[in-house]
């Protein structure tokens, strides 16, 4: 079973009522990352928030969803092609012998013609729709969280603990990229540690741990 959540995820808004500072460099490197590691998601109401940028670092993070949709919709056509074409064999098979792998073929390729053209379809589009706040687990979405005192808007991945299961410990790793301009020149990788002297925000008061468990 699949636990998804459907959360609010209007950034500006949350930002002018409630006083929440938006995380821009953490979203900006996971825009960026997600374009060396197609297979991060990221839900596409949280990407909403960057359709009409109004700063320099905006137009580099709505850059960055424009090129990662654009990989993703030649991908798609490809696999569009792929399939029209192995519909297109099957058929002329069918017509010469009716064989079990040509039916199969065209039942296949029909069902991933149409799978494929619904999500290329909503890929291109610009309409808002109720799914798009709908996040599922290893998704990424805003969470607001308190740090040096303030409340921060910043991405992270949805988890969910089915009823029923053991508790479990996440350990954070934090992601360090070397730049020069758009280009990432180096990327390292470093797990959360303990023991931190700066605390600032810290719930309890000095609070300082490498994991963290779910309950």
């Known amino acids: 079973m699949c636990y998804s959540a459907q959360v609010v995820q209007m950034a500006r808004k949350l930002s002018r009522q409630l006083g929440i500072r938006i995380d821009y460099d953490e ?3 996971l825009f960026f990352r997600r374009l060396e590691d197609p297979g991060t998601n990221i839900s596409r109401g949280f990407e909403a928030n960057f359709d009409e940028p109004a700063t320099d670092q905006e ?3 709505k850059g960055a969803i424009d090129e990662h949709r654009s990989r993703v919709a030649s991908k798609m056509e490809k696999d569009l092609f792929t399939q029209k074409t192995r519909l297109v064999n099957a058929e002329r ?8 792998k040509a039916r199969e073929d065209v039942r296949i390729a029909t069902t ?5 053209s619904t999500k290329l379809s909503r890929l291109r589009s610009s309409e808002p729709n109720e799914e798009d706040d709908r996040i599922f687990p290893f998704v990424y979405a805003g969470v607001i969280i308190k740090q040096g005192g ?4 910043t991405p992270m ?8 299961k053991p ?11 070397w730049r020069r301009g758009a280009a990432v020149l180096q990327t390292a990788t470093v797990p959360t540690t303990a023991g931190h002297k700066s605390l600032a925000g810290a719930d309890p008061h000095g609070y300082s741990a490498a994991t963290c468990t779910l309950t």
């Open 27 to 29: 979203v900006e490197r």
């Open 59 to 61: 137009r580099r993070i």
């Open 93 to 100: 098979s069918l017509k010469e012998k009716e064989t079990k």
């Open 112 to 116: 991933k013609i149409e799978t494929l």
């Open 150 to 153: 303030q409340n921060l808007l």
């Open 157 to 164: 991945r949805y988890h969910c603990r089915p009823a029923g």
């Open 167 to 177: 508790a479990f410990t996440l350990r954070g790793d934090v992601v360090f990229q």
